[in-house]
């Protein structure tokens, strides 16, 4: 069974659309992140849910919105595509959050988005 | 701001040999560190970890790393690489409880036949 799973794993789209990315985890975890992965590799946090609470919001444009209907998912919605929004979506998930200690993150397979 | 450096962005070993990828931290409080590896259109997985136990700490597939602090250094190694060892590496530190994981750039390491 996939620990962490992610639809779709391409996503091709024009500029201007509005896109979806759905995540789940099957490791009865309590928190959920997103991450971006760009051309030159470099992997940056978007947002952290915690038991379906909003935890880290790092500067991302508001196109992006998250939304965790309960812990097992995470999705990432996406209005009017840029090209600069091209890259690789991760979604990772943590046992918990906090509690004096810091827990290793289990990563999706990735999302590719491709906005022409 | 606290950062993690990945000091080379390629390394090339031949198979058989041993692997060193290095990642300096900047210092502040004490850290919890990670390595990660990323198989050419794969997710990520964990390697091993450190938080604060034995300074030396041995991953999956035959890697290790070793904590020290004077150094500010938590460099990855394996004694002997294999083809698929090919990939790209990344260090990960996170300074306390509730802080998020920060990457290096990452080290894409090459193996040889």
């Known amino acids: 069974d996939t620990a962490v799973s992610q639809t779709p794993k391409y996503l091709v789209t024009q500029m201007g659309n509005d896109k979806s990315i759905k995540c789940e985890q099957n490791?009865?975890?309590?928190?959920m992140y997103w991450y971006k992965q760009d051309s030159k590799k470099f992997l940056k946090i978007m947002f952290s849910?915690?038991?379906?609470?909003l935890i880290i919001n790092e500067t991302v444009p508001n196109r992006f919105s998250p939304k965790s209907p309960d812990k097992a998912h995470l999705n990432l919605h996406i209005n009017s595509l840029e090209l600069g929004d091209s890259a690789v979506y991760f979604c990772?998930?943590?046992?918990?959050w906090g509690q004096g200690y810091t827990y290793e993150q289990y990563f999706g397979p990735g999302t590719r988005l491709t906005v022409t | 701001a606290q950062s993690v450096t990945q000091l080379d962005s390629h390394v090339s070993v031949s198979e058989g040999t041993p692997v060193l990828l290095r990642c300096n931290y900047s210092?502040?409080?004490?850290?919890?560190l990670f390595w990660y590896v990323q198989h050419p259109n794969k997710g990520l997985q964990l390697l091993l970890k450190?938080?604060?136990?034995?300074?030396l700490v041995k991953g999956i597939n035959g890697f290790e790393a070793e904590f020290k602090k004077s150094e500010t250094s938590f460099h990855l190694t394996k004694p002997s690489a294999h083809m698929s060892d090919a990939a790209e590496y990344f260090c990960?530190?996170?300074?306390?409880?509730?802080?998020?994981?920060?990457f290096g750039t990452g080290t894409r390491l090459a193996v040889r036949p």
């Open positions: 990960v530190v996170s300074y306390g409880s509730g802080d998020k994981l920060t």
């Open positions: 990772a998930s943590s046992q918990d």
């Open positions: 210092s502040s409080y004490s850290p919890s």
């Open positions: 490791l009865g975890h309590d928190t």
């Open positions: 450190y938080t604060s136990a034995a300074t």
């Open positions: 849910y915690n038991n379906k609470e």
